[in-house]
């Protein structure tokens, strides 16, 4: 029963509380960097290692935080980890990527994913559990940011990992600027609530039938 509940402490950020497209949360740079895969990957990963980062340091220090300051508090535990990935990507990165993701590695102290993750979970939960729920909310947001980037990437560029699927396909360029953003992001949204509504209707059925 434990173990079911790590699981579920990581699985509930990647389905049942996925940042995007249930929550509908992290939209600005979801929207700005998304133009290609690369992006979206990277930053998701940066994001992700803040999440798990602060969520941690937050969870055993949140005795000592008073609740009057906690924002400020949270704040600085999350600068700094932002700093250290701003530093090592642009050490590390390729300077075409680091150009492309540009102000928003900065903001992320700002995300409100990861505000959102200290102030409601791990400032109230131990150590182990926050770290999961910070990696499991980071993976989602993550894959989200890939199913955006690659549709758009492909569809925009005709390219994924900017490698070009086909030589006779003509991209429809507007889905890699400003306008595809809102398409990709609406329809996917949509689908989602869709399916979302779905699953009500039958477990409501199946209620329904079993009185």
């Known amino acids: 029963m434990a173990e079911q509940g790590k699981l579920r402490e990581f699985t509930k950020g990647i389905f ?8 509908v949360l992290g939209i600005c740079p979801s929207l700005a960097v998304t133009t290609s895969v690369k992006n979206g990957m990277a930053m998701g990963g940066a994001a992700t290692f803040v999440l798990i980062c602060s969520n941690f340091i937050i969870s055993i220090v ?67 559990d926050s770290v999961l729920d910070g990696a499991g909310l980071g ?26 699927i086909s030589e006779s396909y003509e991209p429809a360029s507007v889905m890699i600027m400003a306008p595809g953003a809102f398409i990709v992001l609406g329809l996917l949204l949509g689908f989602f609530n869709w399916q979302k509504l779905r699953k009500s209707e039958k477990a409501m059925k199946a209620h329904i039938q079993n009185d």
């Open 139 to 164: 993976l989602g947001w993550t894959l989200s940011l890939c199913l955006i980037s690659g549709i758009r990437e492909l569809l925009g560029a005709g390219t994924i990992f900017g490698l070009k």
């Open 16 to 23: 049942e509380y996925n940042p995007m497209f249930v929550l």
């Open 62 to 128: 949140r005795s000592y935080i008073p609740r009057e300051i906690r924002i400020p508090c949270f704040i600085v535990i999350i600068a700094a980890f932002v700093t250290m990935v701003e530093l090592v990507m642009k050490a590390y990165l390729p300077e075409e990527l680091n150009a492309s993701l540009g102000i928003f590695i900065p903001l992320i102290v700002v995300n409100c994913i990861i505000m959102y993750r200290a102030e409601s979970f791990a400032y109230k939960n131990k150590p182990l």
